[in-house]
């Protein structure tokens, strides 16, 4: 008993070891976009690119990321618990232009491991229409407001199940005349699976039924993550279950197809060749261990 919990202890090391290696990997990716924004969200939640500080807002605290490191991403265990990035700082994130036309964001979400019964905010940058940018769940699915837009979308890929890493990505372009270059498209897709693409969303702008012409995100609001500012919804969590937040980045241009793969690519754990021998030598001793049973059992 004694070597098989030794050797599963190994195990454990070795992999908490490669998923904390491969956070560099990540941050080298989001870096190498030229992000104006980039914050983990964690532990003193000051940005490592850009200027504003979140602040918490309730009872919000810290607990191991995606990655597992310990207390680099934030949790949020009411409905009234967030961060808050407020006044002018908040543009900091979201007005990534004079007008807030053009840009992307991208983030990493915690599903809280319950049934959700509500809509859950895990991004709002404060502002009403035509300049309001919310990003949530509701019953499981994927939702955005996006200027005057209440965008649902359609299809399996949408649905966020609980207990799962999620990492949520979007570009827009609300500047020039109407045509199919126009509009935002928004990625979703669960934390480290081995997929080489997202699946996107597209609306244009203008037009019956569609995001305003007048739209642009960031009007001067305050940014927040989880609890919601402007609404009575609850912010991403279910009670007693908390959701968790990292990795928020922002750009002053909208991210290729091939960037929001890159960034969600580099989720994926790949073990060292190091980590990889280590677990073969652990598979040997369980192979062993197992012989020793079996003879003496004879």
């Known amino acids: 008993m004694k070597p098989c919990l030794a050797i599963a202890m190994s195990l454990a ?23 104006i924004y980039y914050n983990q969200l ?26 597992g490191n310990a207390n680099d991403a934030s949790y949020f265990t009411t409905s009234a618990s967030g961060l808050l ?25 915690y599903a809280p491991n319950a049934t959700q019964s509500s809509s859950r905010y895990f991004f709002d940058n404060g502002d009403t229409s035509p300049n309001d940018f919310e990003v949530k769940d509701v019953s499981g699915v994927l939702n955005l407001q996006v ?13 966020m199940n609980s207990g799962t890493w999620y990492y949520f990505a979007a570009t827009w372009n609300f500047s ?3 045509s199919s270059a126009y509009g935002i498209n928004y990625y979703l897709g ?10 996107s969303g597209f609306l244009q702008r203008g037009g019956t039924g569609n995001i305003s012409a007048g739209a642009g995100l960031g009007g001067g609001g305050a940014v927040s993550v989880s609890g919601n500012l402007a609404q009575s919804s609850d912010g991403f969590e ?31 754990i790949v073990p060292e060749p190091s980590t990889v021998a280590l677990c073969g030598v652990a598979l040997v001793g369980l192979c062993e261990v197992a012989r020793r049973r079996r003879a003496f059992k004879k």
């Open 13 to 35: 090391v070795a992999t908490a070891a490669v998923r904390a290696q491969d956070l560099p990997t990540y941050i080298s990716t989001v870096d190498g976009q030229s992000p």
């Open 42 to 67: 964690g532990t003193g939640l000051a940005p490592s690119i850009g200027t504003g500080t979140f602040v918490a807002d309730g009872t919000t605290g810290f607990t191991n990321d995606y990655f």
């Open 85 to 109: 990035l407020a006044g002018s700082a908040g543009l900091n994130v979201i007005n990534t232009n004079a007008d807030g036309s053009i840009g992307s964001l991208s983030m990493l979400i």
């Open 147 to 159: 200027g005057n837009k209440a965008i649902t979308p359609v299809g399996a890929q949408w649905n």
């Open 176 to 178: 020039g005349a109407n």
């Open 190 to 199: 669960p934390a480290g699976s081995n997929t080489s693409s997202l699946a």
């Open 238 to 268: 279910d009670s007693p279950a908390p959701g968790f937040a990292e990795a928020l980045a922002s750009y002053s241009n909208q991210l290729t197809v091939a960037q929001i793969d890159g960034q969600y690519n580099a989720l994926v």
